[in-house]
């Protein structure tokens, strides 16, 4: 993040930037993202559309960071240490319940779609949530190979991200149903963590 950035969004309160991020998502389930303007967000929030300028500089900053925002937990990948790649993975997937997966869900499905139309979209989206989020599964997968149960050589490492937001969006789109805990659980077990060379016993 700039400075500029920093300094931009030091001026509200967390609770205050969580309330607005918390209504955006509501706008963004309501209308989807084509339809979603900062005039809706402003009144819906009793903001002025140019804090929300001053604190975002536009539509896909801010719903990037609203999407990002809303990640369960508020703890990063990084920071779950449960001392094997396959407790981090499913630490990871018992963070969110399956209600909430099926609203994230729903959400990401709209928001895949505008990504297409919309490249200021797409580059938020890469600075605020699928680099910071690569980063942090890069960190769990160093600490699995210096534990030794992955192989440094073990070509699966640069696809772990495609291979579960895979996971995530076919369920949708093959079996027709939400993601849920089990699902995803049972997929890192039989997908992601084979593909890798780690026993899931």
């Keep these: 993040m700039t400075e500029t950035a920093t300094a931009r969004r030091s001026r509200i309160t967390p609770e205050r930037e969580a309330e607005l991020y918390g209504a955006v998502l509501d706008l963004l389930r309501e209308v989807g993202y084509d339809a979603l303007t900062m005039d809706a967000v402003a009144a819906r929030t009793r903001s002025s559309k140019a804090t929300l300028y001053r604190q975002w500089g536009g539509k896909a900053e801010l719903v990037a960071r609203a999407v990002r925002h809303s990640k369960p937990g508020g703890v990063g990948l990084s920071e779950i240490d449960t001392g094997s790649l396959r407790g981090d993975l499913h630490a990871l997937t018992l963070r969110s319940d399956d209600c909430e997966m099926e609203q994230n869900s729903a959400l990401m499905r709209g928001l895949a779609m505008a990504i297409h139309g919309n490249p200021d979209l797409l580059d938020a989206f890469r ?11 890069r960190t769990v997968l160093q600490r699995a190979v210096d534990r030794g149960e992955v192989r440094p050589d073990n070509p699966a490492i640069e696809f772990v991200m495609h291979m579960v937001i895979g996971g995530f969006a076919a369920r949708t789109m093959i079996d027709e149903m939400p ?21 899931t016993s």
């Design 179 to 199: 993601p849920t805990q089990s699902f995803l659980l049972s997929y890192i077990d039989a997908v992601v963590l084979p593909a890798l060379g780690v026993p």
């Design 127 to 137: 600075e605020h949530l699928i680099e910071p989020e690569m980063a942090e599964f």
